[in-house]
Structures are given as structure tokens and as C-alpha cells.
């Protein structure tokens, strides 16, 4: 069965605190993404990992680390987070390695996150 | 960067009604691909297309690449074709798909 699992689907948290988000795939896909989607920014891409320790930043990485120790495994954590992090986190991955274009990305359900 | 811009930016159809949905973007040195994300918020590809013209079911994938645009055409809509349909190229090949901002497609009965 060919899915991308994140974990949780809802998250609250206050401001300063720390924020892990999991993400799953069980497709052996070399590559994974981190997108968030707010209003009127569509999504953007705060990091990519080409494979396990193999990660660089997206458009948006500020404020973001990763962390890529199992193929299966992509995980985005926020140190001491902001209001403005408060969004909804896609992860995602795709079938190549790097250097190669991104055919068929698959989505994660998302994670919506909320920072008070 | 690469831009990526669709239109319309929303989209109210009736049943039965066909639809297209354009997008255009910055350089010729891409690849695109159309998703559809549901009303609840999942994400699927609906085309992985570099370059001509793809169909699956109701829905037309078309790409030019040389004219830098793209198109979905959707046949006969129903009401669960309602969502956002985004287009994404390659940002480049080591970065990642630059989305656009959407088009939602609303149809009613």
C-alpha cells in the first residue's frame, strides 16, 4: 500500500515551545519533501532530503531543521517556535534520486499546526 | 526564481459543465505536473506531463512547454471534482516543485 503517513494531524503549541513533526513513507522513495501551505503563499518548500543524512534547504528554511536518519523517515523540527509558524506542514515524497526531476510526488495528509 | 501562475483563481461551475484551467510559468527548463487537492486537505498527483497531452478519465493534462504553459481540462464536471487544482513545476532539478497558488473549482448540482 503506497502511502505517505505524518503524524499528528493536529498540533498545538505555545510559542517558544519545541515542535516535532513525523513523517512516514513506505514506498522506499530515495527522495522527501517538507512543504507548508498558508492562505494566498500557496506551498513552499522548506526542505528536501535526497536520502538518509542528505538534506537541503527549500525556499523557506528559516526557522525549520530537519532530520533524515532512516530512509522511511523525514522529520521537521521547529526549535522554539513562532506565531508565524502556524500552518498546515505537507510532506511528501518521489521515486528518484538527485539530479533527477520530480516525477509523482505523493502527499502526506498534512499537519496542522497552530502556535498560540 | 520560477513563477508559476494559474488561472482563474476560482472557478463556479454547474453540473455537467466543462472547465479549463490554465498555468503558466517562467522558463522553458521545466516539467510540469497538475495536483488536486481535496476539500479536507489531502493532496494527489493528478498528471505528471513534461510535454503534450495526457487524459485520464475527465480530465485532459496539456503541456507546451516551448510556449511556457499548461493546461487541465475538466469534461463534464461533478460535484466531487470540487477542490483546488494546483499546478507545480521544477524549481530545478535539486530544489524541489515550485506550486502555484491554485484554482478552486466549485460545482454544484
Known amino acids: 500500500d503506497m502511502k505517505v503517513t505524518q503524524m499528528p494531524r493536529y498540533l498545538i503549541k505555545r510559542m517558544g515551545e519545541n515542535v516535532l513533526l513525523e513523517c512516514g513513507q513506505d514506498?522506499?522513495?530515495?527522495?522527501m519533501y517538507w512543504y507548508r501551505q498558508d492562505p494566498g503563499l500557496g506551498l513552499q518548500l522548506i526542505y528536501i532530503?535526497?536520502?538518509?543524512?542528505?538534506?537541503s534547504e527549500g525556499d523557506i528554511p528559516k526557522g525549520y531543521r530537519v532530520s533524515r536518519k532512516k530512509r522511511e523517515h523525514f522529520s521537521l523540527i521547529l526549535d522554539s517556535a513562532k506565531t508565524n509558524q502556524t500552518s498546515v506542514y505537507f510532506c511528501?515524497?518521489?521515486?528518484?534520486?538527485?539530479?533527477?526531476?520530480?516525477?509523482?510526488?505523493?502527499f502526506g495528509h498534512g499537519t496542522k499546526l497552530s502556535v498560540l | 526564481g520560477q513563477q508559476v501562475q494559474q488561472s482563474p483563481a476560482s472557478l463556479v461551475l454547474q453540473e455537467g459543465e466543462n472547465a479549463e484551467l490554465q498555468c503558466n510559468f517562467s522558463?522553458?527548463?521545466?516539467?510540469l505536473q497538475w495536483f488536486y487537492q481535496h476539500p479536507g486537505g489531502r493532496l494527489v498527483s493528478l498528471f505528471y506531463?513534461?510535454?503534450g497531452t495526457k487524459h485520464t478519465g475527465r480530465l485532459t493534462s496539456t503541456t507546451v512547454t516551448n510556449e511556457r504553459r499548461g493546461s487541465l481540462h475538466i469534461s463534464s464536471s461533478q460535484t466531487t471534482d470540487s477542490g483546488t487544482y494546483f499546478c507545480?513545476?521544477?524549481?530545478?532539478?535539486?530544489?524541489?516543485?515550485?506550486f502555484g497558488l491554485g484554482t478552486r473549482v466549485s460545482v454544484f448540482p
Open positions: 511528501a515524497s518521489s521515486p528518484q534520486g538527485q539530479g533527477v526531476s520530480n516525477e509523482r510526488l505523493f
Open positions: 514506498m522506499s522513495h530515495e527522495t
Open positions: 532530503s535526497y536520502d538518509v543524512d542528505s538534506n
Open positions: 522558463s522553458t527548463a521545466t516539467r
Open positions: 506531463n513534461p510535454s
Open positions: 507545480a513545476i521544477d524549481h530545478n532539478y535539486a530544489q524541489g516543485l515550485t
